[in-house]
């Protein structure tokens, strides 16, 4: 059974510093890994996703995904108190149609103006 | 887009008694999830419908849980004999077919006393 691990559990930042957060899977036949982000009392809600190795960036946000390691990460740049909030790690093991998706146990993170 | 609405936002029941949580999936998306939040246990999958029918609950609890999809508007989850291990946010989530992100509910918040 697929085990999905975030570290840290928390982390504070100031505003502007560079915050990376790490996700750890189990079954190297996982094909999609995503990240989403709630707001206290929010729904989770999408960030960005990879499916092979390698680094997307959109924005301020950039995820890098290395399966022989059975690692991915989310890094944010110039973080805002806004991007306060517990970050979700996901991976699904869909192949033709991504499915249900497993979830770490998230990272909350703070960030101090 | 009003986005994927779950009713009712809230909701107490006595332990034992029978809880009916609703979805309405985004118009047009053709997947609906549902899962389970914990602070113990984080973001748990449940069950999943693709064009109605049901593809995967292997999350369900067997015995009280049922998941059904009459039709492509709404889904529902019903929970009987509740029991207060059953206290949770369920959130559901609903997806295109061809896509891969999953947009998620605002939740149910279910109290068992």
């Known amino acids: 059974q697929q085990k999905v691990q975030q570290s840290p559990e928390s982390l504070i930042v100031p505003e502007g510093a560079m915050t990376s957060l790490n996700c750890t899977f189990s079954?190297?036949?996982?094909?999609?890994f995503a990240w989403y982000r709630q707001h206290s009392g929010k729904a989770p809600k999408a960030l960005m996703s990879i499916f092979s190795n390698g680094e997307k960036e959109e924005g301020r946000f950039t995820i890098h995904l290395n399966k022989a390691s059975l690692h991915f990460s989310l890094h944010i740049r110039d973080s805002q108190p806004s991007d306060s909030a517990l970050y979700l790690c996901?991976?699904?093991?869909?192949?033709?149609?991504?499915?249900?998706?497993?979830f770490g146990r998230g990272t909350r993170l703070q960030v101090y103006a | 887009n009003a986005g994927v609405i779950q009713t009712p936002r809230h909701k107490v029941t006595g332990k034992g008694q029978e809880a009916t949580l609703w979805c309405e999936p985004i118009?047009?998306?053709?997947?609906v999830f549902w899962y389970r939040q914990t602070i113990v246990q984080g973001l748990e999958f449940l069950t999943y419908f693709r064009n109605q029918a049901p593809i995967d609950d292997s999350g369900m609890p067997k015995e009280r849980f049922s998941a059904q999809m009459p039709n492509q508007s709404h889904s529902t989850l019903k929970i009987q004999s509740t029991q207060p291990q059953d206290s949770a946010v369920y959130l559901c989530a609903s997806k295109l077919g061809y896509q891969d992100t999953q947009y998620f509910g605002p939740g149910t918040r279910l109290l068992v006393l």
């Open positions: 079954d190297s036949a996982s094909q999609y």
């Open positions: 996901a991976v699904s093991m869909g192949t033709q149609v991504v499915g249900q998706l497993t």
């Open positions: 118009s047009g998306h053709s997947a």
